[in-house]
């Protein structure tokens, strides 16, 4: 018999257009009881009041910036002490995929990247899931349908909603995409930003992880897995 347990799942993802010329997709989540939600949010909100923002200020990588970096620290250091994990997936060889091959199209493949994020999470039969997507374009709500049923396709029926959110508005998405926007970065090797790096560097040693390419990480409290296609 199913107790009341439930778990609230905040999931986002990066370069997961099929032509933006990007060789891999980060897809990545946060996720914590549903009862500890409004008790982070408030945290988050604090944080963003004690460096001057106000607490309805979106938090995101592009943002992350020298004059706020202390704020970024503190929300990293949130995610480590609070009862938060972080899930990361992340897809390589994007643009040299054989969807023909494999009897697929590239929604296909990106519906089965997501399967593989949530599928590490979604496990525990006695436990209720809530997972809430970020709303990019028109095509959401299509997503989440698709999305819903593929995790029914593969017997995964404690999922009680797969709901579109605006960034915005949850402050625990903002917290998926600040952490997504570092792995990406750093797996791009990109340089331009001395705080963005100083920020990935801040979350690797914190968590004592790497994001590069040979490393994956079966850390309960912040996971990788690197997915690479079959040659």
Known sequence: MK??????????????????????????????????????????????????????????????????????????????????????????DKKSLDHELFHQTYDDWYYKMYYYLLN?????????????????DSRSAMKNRKLAEILSKYNIYNVKKVQAIRSNEVQLIQLADLVIGAIGYDIRELKS????????????????????????????KFNIFHWRSQK
């Open 120 to 136: 590490y999470i979604v496990s525990e039969s006695i436990i209720d899931y809530n997972i809430y997507l970020d709303i990019k």
């Open 193 to 220: 930003s001395k705080s963005k790096l100083e920020l990935v560097n801040y979350i690797e040693k914190k968590f004592n992880i790497s994001f590069m390419l040979n490393s994956s990480s079966s850390n309960k």
């Open 3 to 92: 107790n009341n347990v439930e778990i609230n799942v905040y999931a986002d993802e990066s370069c997961h257009l099929e032509y933006d010329n990007v060789e891999f997709m980060v897809l990545g989540c946060v996720y914590c009881l549903k009862k500890d939600v409004n008790y982070i949010s408030n945290k988050i909100k604090k944080i963003k009041i004690k460096y001057g923002l106000n607490p309805n200020t979106e938090i995101k990588w592009t943002k992350v910036s020298d004059n706020k970096i202390d704020m970024y620290k503190e929300l990293i250091d949130l995610l480590y002490n609070e009862n938060l994990s972080f899930r990361g997936w992340i897809a390589h």
